[in-house]
C-alpha cells in the first residue's frame, strides 16, 4: 500500500477523526476551565472573602449572645458566596462599571454598610462622606474617578498611578502600561476632585476642592482668559477651554514635538498629560508651528504657521498640578441629565471705589496682565510681531493723550503688523474691546495706566 492509502485507510478514519475531535474538545474544555479559574479578579474576591470571615469570627468570639446568633448567620451568608462578576447599571448616566468586583468593599451586596476597617488596597473601604452623599446604584464609579467601567483586569481599568514610586511598584506586580489611546485613563489623586464640576458648576466647598480652586485663582491672576475662553466667556485668540480643550479626543493631538523632546513616552500620551505639559515647559516646544512653511502641504506657495502664542510663565509643580486639574474641571459631560446639576450662580464682582484700584481691577480681569505683565511693566515675546515683544505699558502709555487711550483698547491692534513680511501672521495681538469694557470700567482702566506710566518730558 502506498502512503496514500495508509494515511486515509488506516490513520484519517472517521473512527480516529472523531476521537481526536473528541480529545480536542477535552483540551479546549479544560483550558477554558484552567483560565476561568485563574482570572485576575478572582483572588481579591477570595482574599476578601478571607478578610469578611476572620473580621465575623473575632466579632462572635468577643461579643454577646445577643448579637452572636444575627453575625453567625451574616457569617454563613459570606461563606456561601461564589466568586463572580459584579457591576453598577447606573442608568441615568449609561455607565455600566464592574470595579466593584475587585473593589468588594464598595459592593453593597458584599458588603451592605460600604464601611469596613481593612488598610489594604482594594479591600479598603473607609468611612467617606463624598461616597454616602453619592450612591454607587446611583452613580456608579467611572463617572468621578473615570477609566474603563466594563474592565476586570488590573491594566484594562485604566489606572494612572500618583507617584514615580507607585507607577514603578505597578510596573513590577501587575507589567502596568498606560492604555494607549484610551480616551479616559483613571483619574489619579486630587485630580479625580476635577470630576466634581460635572455636577457641580460652582465647585463645592469640600476639601478635596482645594487644587481645582488654587487652579482657578491662578488661572485669573495670570490674565489666561484675555487669549482663550471659558464656555464663551473670554478673549477671541485662542480655543475656548471648556468646549474644545478639556474634551479633545487624544486622535487630535499633535503628541510628535513632545515625544521627541523627551518630555513623554509615547505611551504617556493622554490629554491630561498634554494639557499638563503647557504649564510645565515652554508651549512653544509641544507646539512649535512651521514658521519656515517647510510641512506646507503646496511647496511652491508656502503657508509658514507661527509657534504657540502661549508664553512660558514658570509654574511650579504645585501651581502645574493646580492648572491641570481646573483645565480637567472644566470637561462637560452631556448625557448627565440636568437633574443632577447644581447650577452656579454668577459670582459677585468686588466692589472697589478707588478709580486706580478698580482700573487695576479691570485690567486683571480682561486678561491684559497675560500679555502686558502683573503690573504692566513687561510685554511677552510675540512671534514675527513688529518689535517681537508686546509693548511695555509703563513705558509706553504716557505717549497717548486720554482719548488716544481709550480709542486704542476700543478698536485693538491689527494682527497683520509683521517684523519679517515672509514670515507668518503673528499668533498674538490685541482684539478690540468697544463691546466689552465700556463705562466706567474703561474711564477706570485708563486712569490706572495713566497712572503707572513713566513721565514724559515736556517740550
Known amino acids: 500500500m502506498n ?13 480516529n477523526l472523531f476521537y481526536l475531535g473528541n480529545f480536542l474538545a477535552l483540551g479546549l474544555f479544560l483550558l477554558v476551565l484552567y483560565q476561568d479559574h485563574f482570572r485576575e479578579w478572582k483572588p481579591y474576591q477570595r482574599k476578601y472573602k478571607e478578610k469578611q470571615v476572620e473580621e465575623l469570627k473575632n466579632r462572635i468570639a468577643a461579643g454577646d449572645e445577643k448579637v452572636k446568633e444575627a453575625l453567625s448567620e451574616e457569617l454563613n451568608s459570606v461563606k456561601k458566596r461564589a466568586p ?81 514610586e507607585q507607577k514603578a511598584d505597578w510596573k513590577k506586580k501587575h507589567d502596568w502600561e498606560v492604555i494607549e489611546y484610551w480616551e479616559e485613563p483613571m483619574k489619579a489623586g486630587p485630580m479625580i476632585y476635577a470630576s466634581c464640576s460635572k455636577c457641580h458648576e460652582a465647585h463645592p466647598n ?25 464656555n464663551g466667556d473670554g478673549g477671541p485668540i485662542s480655543v475656548d477651554l471648556a468646549v474644545e480643550t478639556a474634551i479633545k479626543p487624544v486622535t487630535r493631538i499633535d503628541f510628535g514635538p513632545a515625544v521627541m523632546a523627551g518630555l513623554i513616552t509615547k505611551r504617556e500620551r493622554t490629554l491630561e498629560n498634554w494639557i499638563r505639559l503647557h504649564f510645565s515647559t515652554n508651549p512653544t516646544v509641544i507646539v ?36 491641570t486639574a481646573y483645565m480637567m474641571s472644566l470637561k462637560e459631560e452631556k448625557e448627565i441629565p440636568y437633574s443632577y446639576r447644581v447650577t ?20 486683571q480681569k480682561y486678561g491684559c496682565v497675560s500679555c502686558h505683565g502683573k503690573d504692566a511693566e513687561a510685554g511677552i515675546p510675540v512671534f514675527n510681531r513688529q518689535g517681537l515683544r508686546v509693548p511695555d505699558l509703563v513705558k509706553t502709555a504716557g505717549t497717548f493723550t486720554r482719548e488716544e487711550l481709550v480709542k ?18 503673528p499668533p498674538l495681538y490685541m482684539p478690540p474691546f468697544k463691546d466689552k469694557i465700556k463705562g466706567r470700567e474703561m474711564e477706570n482702566l485708563v486712569t490706572y495706566l495713566l497712572s503707572i506710566a513713566e513721565k514724559q ?3
Not at 5 to 10: H, L, V
Not at 98 to 120: E, K, V, W, Y
Not at 206 to 218: R, T
Not at 300 to 309: F, G, T
Request: aromatic share 8%.
Open 457 to 459: 518730558e515736556d517740550w
Open 3 to 15: 502512503f496514500k492509502d495508509i494515511f486515509f485507510k488506516k490513520i484519517a478514519t472517521l473512527r
Open 288 to 323: 512649535p508651528g512651521d514658521p519656515q512653511g517647510h510641512l506646507s502641504a503646496d511647496p511652491k506657495n508656502p503657508q509658514p504657521v507661527p509657534p504657540s502664542a502661549m508664553p512660558y510663565f514658570g509654574f511650579n509643580d504645585r501651581e502645574t498640578e493646580a492648572l
Open 344 to 363: 452656579a450662580l454668577k459670582e459677585a464682582e468686588p466692589k472697589i471705589d478707588n478709580p486706580v484700584k478698580h482700573g487695576r481691577y479691570v485690567f
Open 84 to 164: 463572580e462578576i459584579k457591576q453598577i447599571l447606573a442608568g441615568d448616566l449609561h455607565r455600566v462599571d464592574r470595579c466593584i468586583t475587585c473593589h468588594q468593599g464598595m459592593d453593597s451586596l458584599a458588603n451592605p454598610a460600604l464601611i469596613n476597617d481593612f488598610a489594604d488596597h482594594p479591600f479598603a473601604a473607609p468611612k467617606n462622606a463624598i461616597h454616602a452623599a453619592h450612591p454607587f446604584e446611583k452613580y456608579g464609579c467611572t463617572v468621578c474617578h473615570d477609566g474603563q467601567g466594563l474592565a476586570t483586569t488590573f491594566n484594562d481599568a485604566a489606572h494612572m498611578p500618583t507617584s514615580p
Open 408 to 425: 486704542k483698547i476700543q478698536i485693538g491692534v491689527n494682527p497683520e503688523e509683521k517684523e519679517d513680511p515672509a514670515g507668518p501672521t
Open 206 to 230: 469640600v476639601p478635596g476642592m482645594k487644587i481645582v480652586k488654587e487652579g482657578k485663582q491662578i488661572f485669573f491672576d495670570n490674565g489666561c482668559i484675555g487669549c482663550h475662553q471659558v
